[in-house]
Each structure stands twice: as C-alpha cells, then as structure tokens.
C-alpha cells in the first residue's frame, strides 16, 4: 500500500512539472491544477487505502472465523480423543468381563459334567444296592419259607412225640398189667409147687 501511495505523489509531481510551463486558456494558475491533481490523487489514495482497511477487516475476520473454527476443531477432536479413550476403556472392560464369563462358563461345564458323572456313579451304586436288595429280599423269603418249613417239620415232630409218648404210655400200663398178671401166676405157680412138694 505504501509504495502504491508513493508511485500516486511521484505520478502528481511529474504532472505538476509539466503543466507548469503550459500556457492555462482558462486564467487558472498551475497551482490550481496542481492541487485539483493532488487532491484527486489523496481521494484515490484514500479510496485505495479505505478497500485495503476493509479488505484487511475481512481478512481479519475470516481469520478469527478461521481460529474460532480451528479451535472448535480442535475442541471436537479433543471430545473425540476423550470419547475414543473412553471406548477403549470400556470395550477392554467388556473384553475382560467377557474373558471372566467364557472363563466362569467353561467352569461351570466343568463341574456339569463332574456332576453328570457323579449322578452317573450314584444311579449305578443306586441300581447295584437295589439288586443287592432285591437279592437279599429273596434270600430273606426263601429263608422264612425255609423257616416256615421248619416250623412244621418241628410241630409235626412234636404231634409224632406226643403219639409216641402215648404210645409209651399205653405200653407202660400194657406192661405194668402184663407184669402183675405174670406176677399173680408166678404166686399161683410157687403155691402150686409149695402144695405138690
């Protein structure tokens, strides 16, 4: 801007020069004209430097738009470092709470499976004890029909005794009075043979 002012006030002092020497139809002097051509070129410099001030007030401005922008990008990049950090935090975090349930999970088939096994052994010791007992049951009827069979053999044993010792008994008095019949001829015959001797 300065050297375009310069280059107006050389352009007015060659004019100036120039005219000076001229002869003015009109009776106006040099210095008329000479200032008509300063105050145009002031008016023009003027002009010039009033385009310039706004042009530089546009400039600024469209640089504090360019700062507040670039600030408000810079603002928007920070939330969304802010916010990417954060999602990266809680995506570990879900990684990590993953991670413990596949762990949490796999132990819990685990001990299913160990728990299958077991009801597995318990259902077959389960099923072992109840042949076992269907066995002694079994044993334990054919022992009271054994018993049972016993009890009779033995009632009838004792109905056979009780005959017996009847009998017995029977013999006994048959015996006894055989004997006192044997004995009251034995007294006979001893008196016989007293008599006859």
Excluded: P
Excluded at 23 to 40: A, H, I, N, P
Excluded at 100 to 113: A, F, N, V, Y
Excluded at 126 to 149: F, G, L, V
């Amino acid at each position: 801007m300065d050297a375009e002012v310069g280059s107006l006030l050389a352009d007015s002092a060659t004019h100036a020069a120039r005219i000076s020497g001229e002869e003015r139809v009109d009776g106006r002097s040099d210095l008329f004209y000479q200032e008509t051509w300063t105050w145009k070129t002031v008016s023009q410099t003027r002009k010039t430097d009033s385009q310039t001030r706004k042009t530089d007030s546009q400039t600024r401005k469209t640089d504090s738009q360019t700062r507040i922008t670039d600030s408000q990008t810079r603002k928007t990049d920070s939330q969304t470092w802010i916010t990417d950090s954060q999602t990266r935090k809680t995506d570990s975090q879900t990684w990590i709470t993953d991670s413990q349930t596949r762990k949490t999970d796999s132990q819990t088939r685990i001990t299913d499976s160990q728990t299958r096994k077991t009801d597995s052994q318990t259902w077959i010791t389960d099923s072992q004890t109840w042949k076992t007992d269907s066995q002694t049951r079994k044993a334990d009827s054919q022992t009271r029909k054994a018993d049972s069979q016993t009890r009779k053999a033995d009632s009838q044993t004792r109905i056979t005794d009780s005959q017996t010792r009847k009998t017995d008994s029977q013999t006994w008095i048959t015996d006894s009075q055989t004997w006192k019949t044997d004995s009251q001829t034995w007294k006979a015959d001893s008196q016989t043979w007293i008599t006859d001797s």
